[in-house]
C-alpha cells in the first residue's frame, strides 16, 4: 500500500508539474516561446547555427536565406510547425502549443528572421519568371506546376493544378496577375504586391502559362469540355483589359467607369432590391461571401469586398458573370431568368456598393 501511494503520488506531482509547464508556456512571450521551443535546432539569430545541426540531417532550416519569406508561406510554415516534417528531425508541436501559439511562432520567425526576395530586375523575362516561380510558388504548386503534395493533402481548397489549366478557357492571365497581386479570398493564395513588383507578377504569370498550362490552341481542348461562346468571350475580354503591352491600354479609372454597355445602365436602387431577393443567400448582405448557404457550397461565393475582387470586377465583367454563370462554381447563369436590365440593376448594385466602396 506504501508503495502504490508513492506511486500515485509521483504521478500526481508529475501531471501538476506538467500542467504548470504548458500553462507557463502558454503565457510566455512569443520571442521567450522561440527560445524555448525551437532555437535549440535552429539557433538564437534563426540561421540554423545551433549545437544540435552537426547531428542533424538534413541540418534544421536557416531562416535567414535571402528569399525565403516567399519561397515558405505563412500556410506551408503553419503546417509544418503543427505537423512536423517527415524525413527531418522537424517534429510536430500540435500537442504541446496551441494554435494561436504556433500561428504566433511563425509570424515571429517570418518577422525577426527571413528577409524578402531580391530578383534582378534586368534578368529576361523568362529567367526573371523561372526564378520567381522558383523561389516563390512551387513551395504550393510543385515544380512541375501540379501542386505539391502537401499543398495537396493539406489546404482546403488544395493549390490550383496549372497543368490542368487551359490559359483563355479557365484561367486568364487577367485574372492570374490579379491573384498574384491581391490574392484569393477563401484560399491559402496571399497576395505579393507588397513583395512582387508589377513586372515580376507579369514576369511570373507569363512563365507558369508558358510552361506549365495547356495550349492556347482551340482544337487542343476536348469539344466536350469547351465553355460555351459566351465564356470565351468573357474571358477574351478579360485578358484584353490587362494587356500590358498594348498601345491602346485603358486607364484603370476609364476601366472602373465604363458603363455595362453602351446602350444598357444598371439603378442601385431596383438592383438592391433584386440582390436582397436572389443573392444574399449566398454572397451575403455585406457582399463578403458569407451568406446562409455559404457554408455548404465548395468554392465559396465570391466575397466582392476582398482586394482581388475589386481589382477584377468592373461593370461589363461583373454583368457578364451574373448572367452567364461562372464555370466550376455553383454562380448559375441568371440570364435564364432575368431580363438584361435587372442584370445590370444588379451589376450597377453589387458594383457600387461593394466594389468602388474603400
Same mark, same amino acid.
Given at each position: 500500500?506504501?508503495?502504490?501511494?508513492?506511486?500515485?503520488?509521483?504521478l500526481?506531482?508529475? #501531471?501538476?508539474?506538467?500542467g504548470?509547464?504548458?500553462?507557463?508556456?502558454?503565457?510566455?512571450?512569443?520571442?521567450?516561446?522561440?527560445?524555448?521551443?525551437?532555437?535549440?535546432?535552429?539557433?538564437?539569430?534563426? !540561421?540554423?547555427? +545551433?549545437?544540435?545541426r552537426?547531428?542533424?540531417?538534413?541540418?534544421?532550416?536557416?531562416?535567414?536565406?535571402?528569399?525565403?519569406?516567399?519561397? #515558405?508561406t505563412?500556410?506551408?510554415?503553419?503546417h509544418?510547425?503543427?505537423?512536423?516534417?517527415?524525413g527531418?528531425?522537424? +517534429?510536430?508541436?500540435?500537442?504541446?502549443l496551441?494554435?494561436t501559439?504556433?500561428?504566433?511562432?511563425?509570424?515571429?520567425v517570418?518577422?525577426?528572421?527571413?528577409?524578402?526576395?531580391?530578383?534582378?530586375?534586368?534578368?529576361?523575362?523568362?529567367?526573371?519568371?523561372?526564378?520567381?516561380y522558383?523561389?516563390?510558388c512551387?513551395?504550393?504548386?510543385?515544380?512541375?506546376?501540379?501542386?505539391?503534395?502537401?499543398?495537396?493533402?493539406?489546404?482546403?481548397? *488544395? *493549390?490550383?493544378?496549372f497543368?490542368?489549366?487551359? *490559359?483563355?478557357?479557365? #484561367?486568364?492571365?487577367?485574372?492570374?496577375?490579379?491573384?498574384?497581386?491581391?490574392?484569393?479570398?477563401?484560399?491559402?493564395?496571399?497576395?505579393f504586391?507588397?513583395?512582387? !513588383?508589377?513586372?515580376d507578377?507579369?514576369?511570373?504569370?507569363?512563365?507558369?502559362?508558358?510552361?506549365?498550362? #495547356?495550349?492556347?490552341?482551340?482544337?487542343?481542348v476536348?469539344?466536350?469540355?469547351?465553355?460555351?461562346?459566351?465564356?470565351?468571350?468573357?474571358?477574351?475580354?478579360?485578358?484584353?483589359?490587362?494587356?500590358?503591352?498594348? +498601345?491602346?491600354?485603358?486607364?484603370?479609372?476609364?476601366?472602373?467607369?465604363?458603363?455595362?454597355?453602351?446602350?444598357?445602365?444598371?439603378?442601385?436602387?431596383?438592383?438592391?432590391?433584386?440582390?436582397?431577393?436572389?443573392?444574399?443567400?449566398c454572397?451575403?448582405?455585406?457582399?463578403?461571401?458569407?451568406?446562409?448557404?455559404?457554408?455548404?457550397?465548395?468554392?465559396?461565393?465570391?466575397?466582392?469586398?476582398?482586394?482581388a475582387?475589386?481589382?477584377?470586377?468592373?461593370?461589363?465583367?461583373?454583368?457578364?458573370?451574373?448572367?452567364?454563370?461562372?464555370?466550376?462554381?455553383?454562380?448559375?447563369?441568371?440570364?435564364?431568368?432575368?431580363?438584361?436590365?435587372?442584370?445590370?440593376?444588379?451589376?450597377?448594385?453589387?458594383?457600387?456598393?461593394?466594389?468602388?466602396?474603400?
Amino acid at each position: 500500500m506504501h508503495i502504490k501511494s508513492n506511486l500515485l503520488y509521483t504521478l500526481a506531482l508529475l #501531471l501538476l508539474t506538467t500542467g504548470l509547464c504548458n500553462a507557463a508556456r502558454a503565457q510566455a512571450p512569443v520571442a521567450q516561446l522561440y527560445t524555448e521551443t525551437c532555437s535549440v535546432c535552429h539557433g538564437e539569430n534563426g !540561421d540554423g547555427n +545551433s549545437h544540435a545541426r552537426a547531428g542533424m540531417n538534413p541540418p534544421p532550416k536557416n531562416f535567414t536565406a535571402p528569399g525565403l519569406d516567399t519561397a #515558405l508561406t505563412r500556410a506551408y510554415m503553419i503546417h509544418i510547425v503543427r505537423n512536423g516534417k517527415p524525413g527531418t528531425a522537424m +517534429s510536430g508541436f500540435d500537442t504541446q502549443l496551441s494554435d494561436t501559439q504556433i500561428e504566433s511562432l511563425v509570424d515571429y520567425v517570418r518577422t525577426s528572421f527571413m528577409q524578402p526576395i531580391a530578383v534582378q530586375a534586368d534578368l529576361p523575362s523568362s529567367t526573371r519568371g523561372k526564378k520567381i516561380y522558383a523561389e516563390t510558388c512551387s513551395v504550393c504548386h510543385g515544380e512541375d506546376g501540379a501542386g505539391a503534395m502537401w499543398g495537396k493533402t493539406s489546404l482546403n481548397p *488544395p *493549390p490550383v493544378n496549372f497543368s490542368t489549366q487551359h *490559359p483563355i478557357h479557365d #484561367l486568364t492571365r487577367e485574372r492570374m496577375i490579379a491573384s498574384v497581386t491581391h490574392g484569393r479570398a477563401g484560399t491559402a493564395m496571399t497576395a505579393f504586391e507588397t513583395q512582387l !513588383d508589377a513586372g515580376d507578377i507579369a514576369a511570373v504569370v507569363d512563365y507558369i502559362r508558358n510552361r506549365f498550362m #495547356l495550349s492556347t490552341a482551340t482544337n487542343s481542348v476536348p469539344r466536350m469540355q469547351r465553355p460555351a461562346a459566351s465564356t470565351v468571350g468573357m474571358a477574351v475580354l478579360n485578358d484584353r483589359l490587362t494587356e500590358s503591352d498594348s +498601345s491602346q491600354q485603358t486607364s484603370a479609372s476609364d476601366l472602373f467607369n465604363q458603363p455595362v454597355s453602351a446602350t444598357l445602365n444598371g439603378n442601385a436602387e431596383t438592383g438592391k432590391m433584386y440582390y436582397l431577393q436572389n443573392c444574399i443567400a449566398c454572397h451575403g448582405i455585406e457582399g463578403t461571401g458569407d451568406g446562409p448557404r455559404a457554408y455548404f457550397i465548395y468554392p465559396r461565393p465570391r466575397n466582392f469586398q476582398h482586394p482581388a475582387s475589386k481589382a477584377r470586377f468592373t461593370r461589363p465583367v461583373l454583368f457578364e458573370a451574373i448572367k452567364q454563370g461562372v464555370q466550376g462554381r455553383e454562380m448559375p447563369a441568371w440570364g435564364k431568368v432575368m431580363n438584361d436590365q435587372k442584370i445590370a440593376d444588379i451589376t450597377e448594385y453589387v458594383f457600387n456598393s461593394f466594389i468602388i466602396q474603400p
